[in-house]
């Protein structure tokens, strides 16, 4: 695939909103696109860049028997209420209810699960 066909804009300039280098190169060579604090989109030449990591990692846990396990990121709140995290985290996290009315939370850490 040509660069030219790839999602994302390159150019030479330095955006103004970078404060590290490494922000700066990501989005000037077309990697990653700011949308707001914290969050970036994933432009194609990252993602094929990811796998190629995320490869090499399973391979190497394969290797010594490792395993791989994949956690939810929507949690129920009764298990956060247990560990006591769900009353000690502020307004950080983000709690909601399902369509069932149970008290749900976007997990920020995942050793609850």
């Not at 000690?88 to 369509?99: A, N, V, W």
């Amino acid at each position: 695939m040509k660069l030219e066909n790839l999602v994302g804009d390159r150019f030479k300039e330095r955006p103004v909103e970078c404060g590290i280098d490494s922000h700066a190169l990501m989005i000037r060579g077309g990697y990653i696109k700011h949308m707001t604090n914290g969050i970036f989109s994933s432009y194609t030449i990252l993602r094929r860049i990811t796998r190629k990591i995320e490869q090499i990692i399973r391979e190497e846990m394969d290797a010594i028997d490792g395993q791989e396990v994949v956690f939810p990121v929507v949690m129920p709140a009764t298990i956060w209420q247990e560990s006591g995290r769900y009353e000690s985290i502020g307004k950080e996290l983000l709690r909601f209810k399902d369509r069932n009315e149970i008290p749900m939370l976007l997990g920020m850490t995942h050793e609850e699960a």
